[in-house]
């Protein structure tokens, strides 16, 4: 009789007919005790392997081996929510395999102050905003790239500006500007 969702965006964007019962609940991440803190060093998280985007993966690894100076975490098997939100606290760069309708990952990443790096802006589809003029872009607590050169580029940038403090505490800030609800909910 009623329709709770995260976010009214997902593979087919709109706003629900105003005579249709919906609700945007938001996503409660604060009770996670995920909060922004320091990175003191620069660690890229690599999103599982998905099937069919192999390619994207290898051009990622590729990119971050040619930073040295950049620890590289792939996720693979299994990990306990503990687990995996102490991966979400250390890394500063989180990797998007694949394109995801929502993604907790990106929230409770986020959360920690933890920039997200996708191939293409539909890779995060709930979390693209609209301008002035109703075109689409997803905030600068994300990157999306075009090519290995283009994300080549934006690490070393990302390298040159960090700042162990003050990177992540943007990226959260960004974060909560942009999308309280997906950190607070919406109650």
């Known amino acids: ?17 105003v005579d249709k019962k919906w609700t945007d609940i938001g996503l409660n991440i604060q009770w996670t005790g995920l909060t922004c803190n320091a990175k003191k060093e620069i660690i890229a998280l690599v999103d599982f392997e998905q099937v069919g985007f192999e390619s994207s993966l290898q051009e990622q690894i590729d990119v971050l081996e040619s930073f040295p100076m950049i620890k590289i975490i792939r ?15 250390k890394a500063s760069l989180f990797f998007i395999q694949f394109p995801e309708a929502f993604g907790v990952s990106i929230a409770e990443c986020l959360s920690t102050g933890c920039q997200i790096i996708v191939k293409d802006m539909n890779w995060a589809m709930s979390w693209r905003l609209q301008n002035d003029i109703g075109e689409e872009y997803l905030p600068d607590c994300f990157f999306v790239y075009q090519t290995k050169q ?13 700042d162990a403090d003050k990177t992540p505490k943007n990226i959260n800030d960004i974060f ?11 109650s």
């Open 75 to 89: 996720l693979k098997g299994s990990y306990k929510a503990t687990e995996i939100r102490e991966l979400y606290k």
């Open 1 to 17: 009789d009623w329709n709770y969702s995260i976010s009214r965006i997902a593979e087919l964007r709109g706003i629900p007919d």
């Open 176 to 186: 909560l500007s942009c999308y309280p609800e997906f950190y607070y909910g919406n």
């Open 150 to 162: 283009n994300l080549y580029q934006y690490i070393k940038k990302f390298i040159d500006n960090h």
